[in-house]
């Protein structure tokens, strides 16, 4: 098939994808089983072909750099603004300069060195969530101040609302419980990497994979470990969450304990819950077996981490506490039951002078966030005795 025709079924395709995501969104209503299937089908369709004519890109330009004896280099205005972008913040971290004023303009310039653009700072938000299933699958509020998320309570002070036989001319007492809501604010953070100035001045050395990656990994884990574990007045992520089984030992988790925690979580929000724990954890839970003798926890190539527990992934952190006493060995549920507000985008900036004497150029983020648990029947935590 053409390069053409190709390009005009997968737009097709994806034509046929919008209109069945908007007559469901217009119906109010989940997609049906036809529907769901016929959606996976595009987008595998979709995937093959968009793979296609990539493949078929480069062999055009692998065809282009043989038959021409030098590649002259694109003139500035039909560059993108990414590739623009990108060799600025290149040029500046190794200490040259660029020719072109556009490319240089770029960067806005402080006393302290230079504000990332946005090209760099979305790569690395998105390696940050692509990394971090817990963040990835939170609810996520990008808000700036403070934000109050409202849900329907019922306790012991405020009665349910109660359906039961009535009789004419008598009044119906009304009973009902009252609304709450949890406040997220902002809480400042940093992250900061250090790059040797011998690897920036490497012409093999990749800067900005590097600082991407390694800017990415840390904020990952700062992240992770507020979500799981929270910090006194500060994020306090899962910490408060108040749907929670406690372990008849201090040392040691039975298999019924682990059928407990997964009960614990309603049918309604079973569909997208995992299993989150610690590496240690995880090795217990391997040598637990059913009534009938079945190891609980079963490998599965086709799950998301490799490990499923009573049909549901498995998610290990290192962030996790692992099994001793009064520590909360393991999460489960689905984790849209905590909410993530981020006031702040990640503002990355370079610091060319200040690590001058040590031979190293600084780059910095920073970011606003807060956490909590919007949803406690999503999610249940076992805690040891």
């Known amino acids: 098939m053409l390069y053409k025709e190709l390009t005009e079924k997968k737009n097709e395709l994806v034509t046929r994808s919008e209109e069945i995501l908007g007559k469901a969104k217009e119906e109010k209503r989940e997609l049906t089983e036809d529907e769901a299937a016929e959606l996976a089908e595009i987008r595998d369709t979709v995937r093959r072909i968009a793979k296609t004519l990539e493949l078929e890109d480069d062999m055009r330009e692998l065809s282009a750099e043989n038959a021409k004896?030098?590649?002259?280099?694109?003139?500035?205005?039909?560059?993108?603004?990414?590739?623009?972008?990108e060799a600025a913040f290149d040029a500046f971290v190794r200490g040259t300069v660029l020719?072109?004023?556009?490319?240089?303009?770029?960067?806005?310039?402080?006393?302290?060195?230079?504000?990332?653009?946005?090209?760099?700072?979305?790569?690395?938000?998105?390696?940050?969530?692509?990394?971090?299933?817990?963040?990835?699958?939170?609810?996520?509020?990008?808000v700036k101040g403070q934000l109050e998320i409202p849900y329907y309570a019922e306790t012991v002070t405020t009665a349910a609302i109660t359906v039961d036989y009535q009789s004419e001319f008598s009044s119906i007492e009304s009973n009902?419980?009252?609304?709450?809501?949890?406040?997220?604010?902002?809480?400042?953070?940093?992250?900061?990497?250090?790059?040797s100035r011998s690897l920036i001045n490497n012409a093999q050395f990749n800067v900005t994979d590097f600082i991407v990656e390694h800017m990415a990994y840390a904020i990952k884990r700062f992240i992770e470990g507020e979500l799981l574990n929270g910090t006194a007045s500060k994020v306090r992520g899962?910490?408060?969450?108040?749907?929670?089984?406690?372990?008849a030992a201090q040392n040691a988790i039975t298999a019924d304990e682990v059928i407990k925690l997964h009960d614990k979580v309603k049918d309604e929000f079973q569909q997208n819950a995992i299993w989150v724990?610690?590496?240690?954890?995880?090795?217990?839970?391997?040598?637990?077996?059913?009534?009938?003798?079945?190891?609980?926890?079963?490998?599965?190539?086709?799950?998301?981490?490799?490990?499923?527990?009573?049909?549901?992934?498995?998610?290990?952190?290192?962030?996790?506490?692992?099994?001793?006493?009064?520590?909360?060995?393991?999460?489960?549920?689905?984790?849209?039951?905590?909410?993530?507000?981020f006031n702040e985008e990640i503002n990355i900036e370079v610091l060319?002078?200040?690590?001058?004497?040590?031979?190293?150029?600084?780059?910095?983020?920073?970011?606003?966030?807060?956490?909590?648990?919007e949803n406690a029947q999503k999610i249940a935590k076992l805690v040891m005795a």
Not at 75 to 85: A, D, F, V
């Open 176 to 195: 009902v419980g009252a609304f709450a809501s949890i406040t997220l604010t902002g809480f400042l953070a940093g992250a900061l990497t250090k790059i």
């Open 69 to 85: 004896p030098a590649v002259e280099e694109p003139k500035n205005e039909e560059r993108s603004i990414e590739e623009r972008e």
């Open 238 to 247: 899962l910490a408060d969450l108040s749907n929670s089984l406690t372990a």
């Open 352 to 373: 060319r002078e200040r690590y001058a004497d040590q031979h190293v150029v600084g780059v910095i983020g920073w970011f606003e966030f807060d956490s909590k648990v």
């Open 99 to 142: 020719n072109s004023r556009d490319d240089t303009a770029v960067l806005s310039k402080d006393a302290n060195g230079a504000v990332i653009p946005k090209t760099i700072a979305n790569k690395i938000i998105k390696k940050v969530y692509d990394i971090c299933p817990i963040l990835e699958k939170s609810t996520h509020y990008n």
């Open 277 to 341: 724990m610690s590496p240690a954890t995880r090795t217990a839970l391997r040598l637990l077996k059913d009534n009938e003798g079945r190891y609980l926890l079963q490998d599965d190539i086709n799950s998301a981490y490799g490990t499923k527990l009573l049909g549901k992934d498995v998610y290990v952190s290192d962030n996790m506490p692992e099994i001793a006493h009064s520590k909360t060995a393991i999460y489960y549920g689905d984790m849209s039951g905590l909410a993530t507000k």
